[in-house]
């Protein structure tokens, strides 16, 4: 049975939709004011994962996953570049989904702006006013008061009277509890607004996902995602919101993806080890390295990115496609060799032990190779693949993937010509020469293998 691990409870836990075999599920997305970063591009692959074991183990999946397309970023990065916020908004968008696109991401089902939530989240907000969560102050702002939701932290683990010793608020603001937040901001002179009751103005950023979620999955639902940076404020604020607009639980399980490391320190611009995904795919033989790397730790815990981290990849995503080169087709994937991958996975999404099954499938296939059992051969290569396609791994032509390469080099139709030499070569008894041309591949990172019917492969190092 899948179990998972609730951020709610703290504890692993049999997952039962609420539905019969129907997840609900929401992941906050991005906010896009600039190109999706490390961080950004690990929560993207875990849940993608995650909608993709649930629909292989069955279910059926409503995967909603929402994009932030009004927020003081963005204005502030549209005022600083003279460019209209709405146009910055649509030019980030394109940019994430291009790098969800290239990391092998399958789109959700639904991706909501917040801009086209407005009248929903207007209404929530009303909600709460008139139930006595809200209320609007001196400055025209509408803001939650915390106190009034006696669950508050319980996400978190964080107690009110700590939270509120450590609170600094400005003397206009006119909350009556420092720990109180914004559900709708009245408009400033310049910056974008949508009429409301309380007049002219825009919501405030736990609002938002309150207010789609609950529109598009209903008031009580499945799961909820997140990076672990989410967990407080966002998403406690979304339950306190959610709640007490629905009156309903609002989420039963709560999962939250663990932070990426730079050489074992916190990636941030400041100390000028902050990457974006398109300047990592730059470097890789192909962006499924960089999937590969994402999910190599277990996605509750930390994860560290370095150029070793992410070579040990690379060099173990090739031996699994050099296992799956020239092997027979018309295999069968096997359901008993399956079972341990199915295991795995129902251990709260387990990748490490995963990808040891992977690994473990690729050492029997080189084996039938090896021995000339193609029978075997192609069932192992046909279950590889299918262990490989629930991780959205695997699924690229073996020998075109090790022919790709990292940066310049030696072009495809000049190495297929100086192999074409090569062999020539060779077949003139011309050994020197035939050795000369395989030195000069060798040197340009390329990697001749003669097969027994005479005929030369090649892959990139």
Avoid at 194 to 204: H, L
Wanted: hydrophobic share 40%.
């Amino acid at each position: 049975m899948l179990c998972i691990h609730n951020s709610l409870t703290g504890r692993k836990e049999p997952f039962k939709p609420m539905r019969d075999n129907q997840v609900r599920m929401y992941v906050c997305g991005m906010t896009v004011y600039d190109h999706i970063h490390l961080g950004h591009a690990r929560m993207l692959t875990v849940f993608d994962l995650v909608q993709r074991y649930l629909r292989a183990r069955g279910f059926d999946v409503t995967y909603v996953r929402n994009v932030t397309d009004i927020d003081d970023k963005i204005i502030q990065r549209a005022a600083q570049n003279g460019e209209d916020w709405a146009a910055l908004a649509r030019r980030f968008t394109d940019s994430m989904h291009e790098d969800c696109a290239r990391l092998g991401l399958a789109p959700p089902d639904h991706e909501p702006r917040a801009t086209a939530y407005i009248p929903a989240i207007v209404a929530m907000t009303r909600t709460l006013i008139d139930k006595g969560y809200a209320y609007v102050a001196e400055d025209g702002d509408v803001l939650y008061a915390v106190r009034k939701f006696a669950d508050y932290g319980r996400l978190s683990g964080k107690r009110l009277e700590d939270l509120r010793a450590g609170a600094r608020v400005e003397v206009d603001e006119g909350k009556r509890d420092p720990l109180d937040f914004v559900l709708w901001k009245h408009a400033k002179p310049g910056e974008p607004s949508w009429p409301s009751p309380w007049g002219p103005g825009r919501p405030g950023w736990h609002i938002e996902c309150s207010a789609m979620s609950v529109s598009l999955l209903g008031d009580h639902f499945d799961l909820h995602g997140g990076g672990m940076d989410l967990k407080f404020p966002h998403h406690e604020n979304e339950i306190a919101q959610s709640c007490a607009a629905c009156g309903t639980p609002f989420v039963n399980v709560w999962m939250h993806n663990g932070f990426v490391r730079v050489d074992d320190e916190k990636m941030s611009k400041s100390l000028g080890n902050f990457f974006t995904v398109r300047d990592v795919l730059s470097t890789l033989r192909d962006p499924e390295v960089l999937r590969f790397f994402l999910l190599s730790s277990h996605y509750r815990g930390p994860i560290n990115y370095s150029a070793a981290q992410l070579a040990q990849a690379d060099e173990t995503l090739l031996g699994l496609y050099r296992a799956l080169a020239d092997t027979p087709g018309g295999g069968t994937a096997d359901p008993v060799a399956m079972e341990p991958l199915t295991a795995a996975m129902d251990d709260d999404f387990n990748t490490p032990e995963a990808f040891a099954v992977l690994q473990a499938e690729a050492r029997a296939l080189n084996a039938a190779k090896a021995t000339g059992d193609g029978a075997s051969a192609a069932a192992r290569a046909a279950t590889l693949r299918a262990m490989g396609r629930v991780l959205g791994l695997l699924q690229a032509d073996p020998a075109e993937y090790l022919k790709r390469g990292v940066g310049a080099g030696l072009a495809d139709a000049d190495i297929e010509r100086l192999a074409a030499e090569r062999r020539a070569a060779r077949t003139a008894r011309r050994f020197k020469d035939a050795d000369r041309i395989r030195d000069e591949l060798a040197a340009a990172g390329v990697i001749l293998e003669d097969k027994p019917d005479g005929s030369t492969a090649w892959r990139r190092a």
